[in-house]
């Protein structure tokens, strides 16, 4: 038997949706506020990924300027046809539904083709005589919500015909997250239901004509965890894509949230991956009908640990793909190689704008970020690291230029509360080492003139930058470095560690 552990992509990566060509897997996740958009991994046996880099890498691609937190990109779908890769999705922000295209899984993709379709969550089907069908959420006259069907042209993104609802789904709130498949000469179509939040489901209907009636799995739910008991690893597990792998094996991949402590969580919705069979009857059953574990055991060899530890020494002259901005950045105020050099702007992190800003999603409770870091520019400037979940949720280690040294404090934006904790002179230096130790339920922010000499500037809960304290975000907390007004902060390197007890630790 070999164990694996979910998330297989942990911390804020939503949304996936999966295909596979040959024996490469690849695994597209949405991307909201940040930029590029849409990141993009690949994997040879589902369980070991990496980020090849994003899908949206151009302004003109993902123009996200000024658009709210949570806007910008939703769900998208990753298909592959005849050579090419299709990967379309929603800008809810700015353009509404559209698609790109490449023949090269890591070159550039196209530019945006637009569809005319309202709603969310568009996934794309070929059918046998080579029809393309778009599917993606869509309401009827009365306004009740259902998975709309139309035929499209892929040459120009128009649509062939009307939109016609081919499922309400099961009752649930909100059916989305749409893809049909093609299995035994039956359709089938997969979608989510009961909102992503802890009343999340899969359920799935087939039918003999792409067009329905439809008729829905007597088994259906076919995986949810909105009845289970609160201290289950995952909740508001949905929003799937399934996948028939090389050896004639299905999964499914989807997220769900990691609760730090009851009815909150700070991570983000996480992907993990869920084994399928088919019953005598043509019917999914996901992981025999049991709930997904964070340690799952399945047929094979060598058990898979996902990674935690990582430095980063900014030595290309591009961020590696782990790294995101905030909205579309200012790239004049970004130099990398060499560790890297960030100058201040305007904007701050307190506004819907494009602070200069670099962070990489928190993906595990327990984890220790540090930095060394050399500033320089005018008193009222600032610059440090963070950790940020939107523009009113943030807590930061920032260091302001000091007559002959850097003054540091800890600053907490909650809503319409801020604190600033008491300032912390270091003399006679213009570089610190900065840390944040991560605990599940609490951030320590540090600083000192090395590693091994660091004092706590202050502490603060995970609880407050959980999101449900917030309006409805479906991002997660990033560890990042950013500069505010007329400085220039230089980042020798960006390392993290994994900080959980050894007693913890299945590798140790
Ligand atoms: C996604 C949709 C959803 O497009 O949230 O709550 C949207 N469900 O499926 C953003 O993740």
Same mark, same amino acid.
């Given at each position: ?67 709210? @937190? ?7 779908? =990753? ?86 609802? =081919? ?40 039918? $003999? ?26 909740? +508001? ?19 769900? =949230? $990691? ?81 890297? @050099? ?9 506004? =819907? ?81 900065? $840390?944040?130790? +991560? ?15 660091? $004092? ?12 449900? !304290? ?16 007329? !400085? @220039? ?6 390392? @993290? ?12």
């Amino acid at each position: 038997m070999r164990t694996y552990e979910n998330p297989i992509i942990p911390g804020f990566y939503p949304d996936p949706s999966i295909c596979r060509v040959g024996s490469d897997y690849y695994l597209v996740n949405s991307s909201f506020e940040f930029f590029p958009g849409v990141p993009l991994w690949h994997s040879r046996d589902l369980f070991h990924w990496e980020q090849i880099g994003h899908v949206l890498t151009r302004d003109s691609q993902l123009p996200l300027q000024n658009c709210r @937190t949570s806007g910008g990109i939703f769900a998208p779908t =990753i298909r592959y046809r005849d050579g090419r890769f299709y990967m379309i999705t929603t800008n809810v922000s700015n353009g509404g539904n559209f698609f790109v295209w490449t023949d090269d899984i890591r070159g550039a993709w196209s530019e945006p083709i637009y569809v005319d379709q309202p709603g969310i969550d568009p996934s794309l089907f070929w059918d046998d005589d080579g029809t393309v069908y778009y599917t993606g959420t869509h309401s009827d006259a009365q306004g009740n919500p259902g998975i709309g069907l139309f035929p499209l042209d892929l040459e120009t993104g128009k649509r062939l015909g009307e939109t016609k609802i =081919i499922w309400y789904g099961t009752g649930g709130k909100c059916p989305e997250g749409p893809h049909l498949y093609k299995i035994n000469g039956w359709y089938y179509l997969m979608i989510a239901e009961g909102g992503t939040e802890y009343g999340h489901m899969e359920t799935i209907a087939r039918s $003999r004509s792409v067009w329905g009636p439809y008729e829905s799995c007597p088994h259906n739910p076919i995986v949810t965890h909105r009845n289970a008991h609160r201290t289950v690893d995952f909740h +508001a597990v949905g929003h799937g894509d399934l996948v028939e792998a090389a050896d004639g094996k299905w999964w499914m991949v989807c997220h769900a =949230i $990691r609760p730090s402590i009851f009815m909150l969580h700070h991570t983000g919705r996480e992907t993990i991956l869920l084994p399928v069979e088919w019953d005598e009857n043509g019917w999914p059953v996901v992981n025999d009908g049991r709930y997904i574990t964070a340690q799952m055991q399945v047929e094979g060899e060598g058990d898979v640990r996902v990674p935690r530890s990582w430095r980063d020494d900014f030595a290309s002259p591009e961020p590696e793909p782990r790294w995101a901005y905030l909205r579309n950045p200012d790239r004049s105020r970004y130099a990398f190689g060499n560790g890297l @050099t960030l100058r201040g702007g305007t904007d701050t992190l307190d506004e =819907i704008g494009a602070p200069t800003f670099l962070g990489v999603r928190q993906q595990q409770f327990e984890l220790r970020y540090e930095t060394r870091m050399q500033l320089s520019g005018v008193a009222s400037a600032a610059a440090g690291m963070t950790i940020f979940h939107t523009n009113e949720h943030h807590y930061e280690l920032l260091a302001h230029p000091a007559e002959n040294g850097l003054s540091v404090q800890l600053r907490r934006r909650v809503v319409d509360m801020q604190t600033i904790s008491e300032p912390v002179f270091f003399a006679d230096t213009d570089t610190l080492v900065l $840390r944040i130790e +991560a605990e599940r339920t609490k951030y320590t922010f540090l600083a000192g003139p090395d590693a091994t000499h660091l $004092r706590v500037i202050g502490t603060g809960s995970t609880q407050l930058l959980s999101t449900e !304290c917030m309006n409805c975000t479906f991002t997660g907390c990033f560890a990042g470095l950013f500069a505010e007004g007329d !400085c @220039t902060a230089h980042f020798a390197y960006f390392q @993290t560690e994994d900080a959980r007890p050894n007693t913890q630790r299945l590798d140790a």
